[in-house]
């Protein structure tokens, strides 16, 4: 009587059948699992990373912000410093010219080599302004310190 076949879980060589090889149902749902384990966790890793960038970019963005307030106040403390440096140049300048100044500088009128002329062009003027009713200007003069003279 011939024998049936039987099917054997090896292999004439030996080696494993082509039963043993084949993937069951249970080692598909297996798979299953863990591929969606890994997934689950791939997309947590990802979810807490696109938080953790998020943070970082909303406090730079609140960084950026406030520095671009400050650089906003330190122009404008720069500007009014320069305003400031600007009006005291002309301070200092106004008296710089104030201090060079003995006496009291009359728009249009030349500037004299000596004192002599100073007293000279002063009685001219005093005498064709004021006519020949005061006779001697020197006593205003004197008395509001233009010139100091001797006598």
């Known amino acids: 009587m011939a024998a049936s076949p039987t099917h054997s879980l090896t292999s004439e060589a030996g080696g494993p059948s082509l039963w043993t090889t084949m993937v069951t149902k249970e080692d598909l749902r297996v798979l299953s699992e863990n591929l969606h384990a890994a997934i689950r966790r791939e997309v947590t890793t990802l ?3 696109i938080t953790e ?3 970082r970019i909303q406090a730079v963005e609140t960084t950026s912000q406030a520095l671009t307030a400050q650089v906003e106040a330190a122009n404008l ?5 320069g305003n400031m ?3 005291m140049r002309h301070q200092t300048e106004d008296l710089d010219n104030r201090g060079r100044r003995s006496n009291i500088r009359v728009q249009g009128l030349p500037e004299p080599d000596g004192e002599e002329e ?6 001219a003027l005093l005498r064709k302004y004021w006519g020949q009713r005061r006779r001697h200007p020197w006593n205003l003069i004197e008395h509001i310190g233009l010139i100091e003279h001797e006598r």
């Open 85 to 87: 440096l600007l009006a």
């Open 47 to 49: 979810k807490a990373d």
């Open 77 to 81: 403390a720069i500007t009014r410093q």
């Open 118 to 123: 100073v007293e000279a062009t002063l009685q």
């Open 53 to 55: 960038h998020s943070n």
